[in-house]
């Protein structure tokens, strides 16, 4: 956007990208290391196949989609803006799809993140709801990520009022209130876009878990993931780049999902909240089998119920899952 940094140390720019002042990016922290779960080890080691697949199609069977969306309920995200030069630069080894070290970087520790009040019709409310998410979010990754030898730094938040221009593109496009641009880092949500896009929900849940399947593209990008995603699909067309695109998304959902459960405590998630988080993840899925690039409403739910559940990066690898839990 001309005239107007995305850097969050800069200055409040009333109307249009507003920062949080005094923000400071958390310093990544040590964390022991943590087994994965035993349920995590027979998926990995099965490649999701068996009784990995059983696990998952029963998961599949509790939350099975309850029919088409609302004339009010949220639009399924679009793409994110395609960026104007070449795709972010990336290792040529498709290992760091299925072998990240990420995966080996155990269950998350619980995080204590409180959820404010909101009122989704207050822009300021909402700005200062989406900060401290955030806020919770760079901390709980920047452990996760450490021991890993990757390094980790939290992503530039840019929070619009109006339309702009990202190295990722104009915004807002149609369909989409928020998106991630690798290529600086940036974190993009519109407040009020992202109250329409929601169908105006009441829910804070929902709008953290939008948030977080945000940032889990962040966490992917960080990890070496979203790098090679991005070359891989730009070599592909049709039905393969769909795929591609499914398993990168169904993946954040995953990874959002995982930062849910570690919150699950302090946030707090009851059954109610998780219901919300659930149906929110269902209803942004493609209900039409053509040109589906986010996944299936009920596989939309399965991998971020299944995240919830496991809170452990292991059981977010999408990549090397069977086909139909990925349509």
């Known amino acids: ?81 395609v960026p104007d030069g070449d795709a972010p630069a990336a290792g040529s080894d498709p290992a760091v799809l299925t072998e990240s070290a990420l995966y080996n970087s155990g269950e998350m520790a619980e995080v204590t993140c409180v959820a404010p009040d909101l009122n989704a019709d207050d822009k300021e409310s909402m700005e200062n709801f989406l900060h401290e998410m955030s806020d919770c979010l760079d901390t709980a990754w920047s452990e996760q990520f450490g021991g890993t030898g990757l390094e980790f730094e939290p992503p530039n938040r840019v929070y619009w009022y109006a339309s702009g221009r990202s190295p990722c593109g104009t915004y807002p496009t149609e369909g989409t209130a928020a998106f991630y641009c690798q290529a600086n880092k940036g974190l993009y949500l519109g407040v009020e876009d992202i109250v329409r896009n929601s169908g105006d929900s009441e829910y804070p849940e929902a709008y953290t878990f939008l948030l977080s399947h945000e940032y889990a593209h962040h966490v992917q990008g960080e990890a070496g993931i979203l790098g090679y995603f991005h070359t891989a699909r ?62 299936s409403p009920g596989n939309g739910r399965m991998w971020t119920a299944h995240g919830m559940d496991r809170a452990d990066p292991a059981a977010c690898n999408t990549w090397a899952a069977p086909e139909d839990v990925v349509e």
Do not use: K, W
Not at 26 to 46: D, E, H, I, Y
Not at 58 to 63: E, M, N, R
């Open 1 to 81: 956007m001309a005239g107007h940094s995305t850097d969050t140390g800069t200055a409040t720019v009333p109307g249009r990208i507003r920062v949080r002042e005094g923000y400071e990016r958390p310093a990544p922290v040590g964390r022991p290391p943590q087994r994965p779960g035993l349920g995590v080890s027979l998926v990995l080691a099965t490649g999701l196949g068996a009784i990995g697949l059983a696990a998952f199609l029963a998961v599949s069977a509790v939350f099975a989609p309850a029919g088409p969306p609302a004339e009010a309920a949220p639009e399924p995200a679009a793409e994110a803006p």
């Open 234 to 295: 730009g070599a592909a067309s049709g039905n393969e780049r769909d795929l591609l695109t499914r398993r990168s998304e169904l993946q954040a959902n995953c990874l959002g999902g995982a930062f849910l459960g570690a919150a699950e405590e302090s946030f707090p998630i009851g059954r109610e909240e998780h219901a919300h988080i659930l149906e929110d993840a269902e209803l942004r899925g493609d209900y039409s089998a053509e040109d589906r690039t986010h996944g």
